[in-house]
């Protein structure tokens, strides 16, 4: 078998969903899906071909059962997986307004808080090229903060490149509190960062001066920009990637599927334009069905679009 490529740290969380345009609180059919940010992008960097290891831990009641077969399925390699005899898997309800989400979320004391160190078989993280993590799996608790930092000095002792999405959620913990981890932890571990310009307006962070005012700046940095495509930097180089034109189901998931797509170029050894494309490309298929999971693209329908959107360019050029 195939060594694992990335290790990928943090919480799943099941989905409840009610019809397009309704609110939870309504009396209308629900449907159920899987979530969880790092659970999103561990399935999705999967489909794109590479062997991903997912550590969390997971309530043992059916929803937590019900991941575990949706990560067998979806090839993601489970040897880090956790499972906790007291503690539930988190839930969030989505409620729509207009194209708009409203989340309420039911993680506190989750299973995935309460990752223990102590079991980790380091020896799977050793083998790994990356870490991914977010500001999602540091805030969900103090427990699970201090494993992302014994997990990042892990990294940063044996050469793995540690991908950090900021991921800020203002229910999860305090602004300051937010500002100072999420800031140590780019100057101090941050190889690959992605951020958007809400995220950083949310922390009272102006997103032309934060690079500038860091006391290290990441090898690559991501800004995710949603239907404006995405900004790459990478030391001198900055660089703009147009989005890919998609009929849009549900946001959701989205910027999880983007970080995928960027970590398989950056696997892949792409060039930077090219990874960009890569990444926008599968954060727009992933676009096209209801919850995260639904639409995540493998490689031909990333390569077909990327095709199709190459060949326009080339009759535009003409």
Not at 188 to 195: C, F, G, N, R
Not at 200 to 205: A, I, K, M, S
Request: hydrophobic fraction near 40%.
């Amino acid at each position: 078998m195939n060594p694992v490529e990335v290790v990928s740290y943090g919480e799943p969380l099941i989905g409840i969903y009610p019809p397009e345009g309704h609110s939870i609180a309504e009396d209308q059919p629900l449907s159920k899906t899987w979530g969880g940010d790092t659970s999103n992008f561990s399935l999705a960097l999967s489909k794109l071909g590479h062997r991903t290891a997912y550590l969390t831990r997971i309530g043992s009641e059916d929803f937590g059962l019900s991941f575990v077969d949706i990560w067998q399925r979806g090839g993601v390699d489970l040897s880090l997986l956790q499972r906790d005899p007291v503690n539930p898997t988190g839930l969030y309800f989505i409620s729509f307004e207009g194209k708009k989400h409203n989340f309420t979320y039911y993680r506190r004391n989750s299973a995935a808080c309460f990752v223990d160190a102590e079991s980790i078989d380091w020896q799977i993280i050793r083998q790994a090229r990356i870490l991914h993590l977010s500001g999602i799996s540091q805030g969900i608790s103090r427990n699970a903060l201090e494993v992302s930092f014994k997990l990042m000095e892990f990294a940063r002792a044996n050469g793995i490149l540690v991908s950090y999405d900021i991921n800020f959620r203002p229910p999860l913990w305090h602004r300051e509190v937010a500002r100072a981890v999420i800031r140590h932890t780019i100057n101090e571990y941050a190889d690959i960062l992605q951020m958007t310009e809400d995220e950083l307006e949310l922390l009272g962070w102006d997103p032309d001066s934060f690079l500038r005012d860091l006391i290290r700046i990441p090898g690559l940095v991501a800004l995710k920009r949603g239907a404006k495509g995405c900004v790459l930097l990478q030391g001198e180089r900055r660089i703009e990637v147009q989005p890919y034109a998609v009929e849009v189901a549900d946001t959701v998931g989205a910027g999880d599927a983007f970080d995928a797509g960027l970590i398989a170029g950056v696997l892949e050894e792409l060039d930077l334009e090219a990874t960009g494309r890569k990444a926008n490309a599968v954060a727009a298929l992933a676009c096209r069905g209801i919850g995260p999971l639904r639409t995540q693209p493998d490689p031909v329908e990333v390569d077909a679009l990327l095709g199709r959107a190459a060949n326009g360019r080339s009759a535009d050029d003409r």
